[in-house]
């Protein structure tokens, strides 16, 4: 059973930092994309930012210029760096992972929460 573990989440002030951390649990040799989505408080989920096996990097525009992402895709790993975070920053934020064959992962969430 493939998991994906996510750490570094807490409770920063706004224009603090926080870095977000993924680890797959076991193995997995078709990976496509690994990034980040997000849900905060009422609202849909969303993609904040991601990374494909080739290094092509994409971020939601809300986040541009403020985090950034990087992975290593042959130890499944992806991290997320978050900079000048504001309150609307606050979510869950989950780490995704996409396999060659298309199969999506999620992991269970980790909490950030942005005060002013």
């Known amino acids: 059973q493939v998991q994906l573990a996510e750490s570094g989440g807490g409770l920063v002030q706004a224009g603090g930092s926080l870095r977000l951390s993924c680890a797959v649990s076991e193995g997995i040799f078709s990976i496509a994309v690994m990034g980040w989505s997000r849900q905060g408080p009422g609202r849909q989920r969303e993609l904040v930012a991601e990374i494909t096996s080739a290094g092509r990097i994409n971020y939601a525009d809300f986040v541009k210029g403020r985090f950034t992402i990087s992975g290593d895709n042959t130890k499944a790993t992806v991290d997320l760096q978050m900079n000048s975070l504001k309150t609307e920053d606050t979510a869950v934020y989950y780490c995704?992972?996409?396999?060659?064959?298309?199969?999506?992962?999620w992991g269970q969430g980790t909490q950030v929460t942005v005060s002013s």
């Open positions: 995704t992972l996409r396999t060659l064959l298309g199969k999506n992962y």
